[in-house]
Each structure stands twice: as C-alpha cells, then as structure tokens.
C-alpha cells in the first residue's frame, strides 16, 4: 500500500511559483498512476493534473495546462507539481493521490489519498 505525504504549499503572491511535492511511502509507488486534485472554500474537488507510471505521459485540467507541470520520480517515491504563473483562482486546497488503474480525471479511479497542503494566491 502507498501513503502520501504533501509539502511545499504556502502564500505566493500572483504570478509567482510554487513547487509541491508528495512523498509516497511503500513498494508499489511505480504500480501507481499519480494524480494532483485541488478543492477550494466552497466548491468541490476538482483534477487539476496526472501522470502515468512512467512518468511518460500526463495531462492536465484547461485551467492549468501551460502553466502546471506533473512529474515524478520513482526511485525517490515521489511526485511533483509545478506551478508558475499563479492566479488568485488557483488558492485552494492541493492533494495528491494513486491510482492503481492508471491516468485518469474521475477522482474515484484514486484509491489513496494525502491529508493536502494549502496553497494561497494573494492579488
């Protein structure tokens, strides 16, 4: 089994960068697609970018893409999500998950999840 760790949010203010990282205790880390989801005050939970086993493939949310970037490295267990060009819209809550299916949007294809880390974006 994975668990994941989150770090690396905090208060930016807009259009600068942040880069998360989460940490993936266990074995299995390259068994899992990896994703990042963000849920903002009042809203619900929405796929913001997922990369594949290899790290070959990956997509991304319209609202990100160009300016996030997924990654990973499995032989330190661990996936990244690089985040430039911040925007006020972007202030939420960021979790990582697994998916033992591979990529996909529909968060309930993830069967691990981290506990988040928060990401402010100040205008």
């Known amino acids: 089994q994975v668990q994941l760790v989150e770090s690396g949010g905090g208060l930016v203010q807009a259009g600068g960068s942040l880069r998360l990282s989460c940490a993936a205790s266990g074995r299995t880390f390259s068994n899992y697609a990896m994703g990042w989801f963000r849920q903002a005050p009042g809203k619900e939970r929405e796929f913001v970018a997922t990369?594949?086993?290899?790290?070959?493939?990956?997509y991304y949310a319209d609202s990100v893409k160009g300016r996030f970037t997924i990654s990973r490295d499995n032989a330190k267990n661990t996936v990244y999500l690089q985040m430039n060009s911040l925007k006020p819209e972007d202030t939420a809550v960021y979790y990582c998950?697994?998916?033992?299916?591979?990529?996909?949007?529909?968060?309930?294809?993830?069967?691990?999840w981290g506990r988040g880390t928060q990401v402010t974006v100040s205008s």
């Open positions: 990369v594949s086993r290899s790290g070959g493939n990956a």
């Open positions: 998950a697994a998916n033992p299916d591979g990529l996909g949007w529909d968060d309930k294809r993830y069967d691990r």
